[in-house]
């Protein structure tokens, strides 16, 4: 009888376990942000995902320097600027979200490409852009960190960018350790430089920033617009000419 008791004991805990965990299933991870934007295709068949400015999250961060090559001076909301006299000598610009030197973060670069015979770039010129661009971006490649992403053309506000997401290894000071993590970067023309934005992340968080890096893409090149009709300085009105004193009376 005690057997029998324990066993039907047993099975009712068994039932309730199993009707508690069919009650209430695992929430589901929330999908990666997807930023809004459409395809093309070029005349070659390239196709490239179109990207707007007005999908992408705003740039609030203002940097307090002038920075050389005509390159905007902003950055992504909460996020930090890189101290300028920390940065090496190729990069231009530098943002970081928690500390500076570890992931997340975004690095312009640019660097000399004279005569490279690429028309300007515009959605008009797309497949000479691409054709030259992923020329070279593959001859830069280090066999080290072999890629994640295979390269693609993207017009990403007004501008062509060349895309791809490669391993990467961080180096945080006084660590002494290599940090496996991805690198996107971006890449494009602006007056004989190749110019690159770089977001560095931990393994699997692209996602997590790609957007403020397409951003700050974006907003690279943007010049204040000036108003169509600048206000006219007010006119002064004619300052009358200062009254001669009266002619004293000679003395007699």
């Given at each position: 009888m005690r057997g029998?008791?324990?066993?039907?004991?047993?099975?009712?805990?068994?039932?309730?376990?199993?009707l508690s965990g069919c009650g209430s299933p695992p929430e589901p991870e929330p999908a990666a942000p997807t930023p809004k934007g459409h395809f093309k295709q070029t005349a070659?068949?390239?196709?490239?995902?179109?990207?707007?400015?007005k999908d992408l999250p705003a740039l609030t961060l203002d940097v307090g320097h002038a920075i050389p090559g005509g390159i905007n001076q902003k950055g992504p909301t909460n996020w930090k600027e890189v101290?300028?006299?920390?940065?090496?000598?190729?990069?231009?610009?530098?943002?970081?979200?928690?500390?500076?030197?570890?992931?997340?973060?975004?690095?312009i670069r640019t660097a000399p490409w004279p005569n490279h015979g690429i028309p300007l770039p515009i959605e008009e010129n797309l497949d000479t852009f691409y054709d030259a661009m992923s020329k070279k971006m593959l001859a830069e490649l280090a066999p080290t960190e072999p890629l994640i992403e295979e390269l693609k053309l993207?017009?990403?506000?007004?501008?062509?960018?060349v895309r791809?997401?490669?391993?990467?290894?961080?180096s945080p000071k006084g660590t002494g350790k290599g940090l496996k993590g991805e690198r996107q970067v971006l890449?494009?023309?602006?007056?004989?430089?190749?110019v690159s934005v770089e977001l560095q992340v931990?393994?699997?968080?692209?996602?997590?920033?790609?957007?403020?890096?397409?951003?700050?893409?974006?907003?690279?090149?943007?010049?204040?617009?000036?108003p169509a009709n600048p206000p006219k300085p007010e006119d002064k009105p004619a300052e009358k000419p200062m009254d001669k004193p009266a002619d004293k009376p000679a003395a007699k």
């Open positions: 029998h008791l324990r066993l039907s004991v047993s099975s009712f805990s068994l039932i309730l376990a199993v070659k068949g390239h196709s490239y995902k179109v990207v707007e400015t101290p300028p006299t920390t940065l090496p000598g190729d990069q231009v610009l530098g943002f970081f979200l928690h500390e500076a030197g570890t992931p997340p973060q975004i690095v993207m017009m990403i506000g007004n501008r062509p960018w791809y997401v490669r391993h990467h290894t961080f890449k494009t023309l602006e007056a004989g430089k190749l931990g393994l699997d968080k692209i996602l997590e920033t790609r957007d403020q890096a397409y951003s700050v893409a974006a907003n690279l090149f943007q010049k204040e617009e000036m």
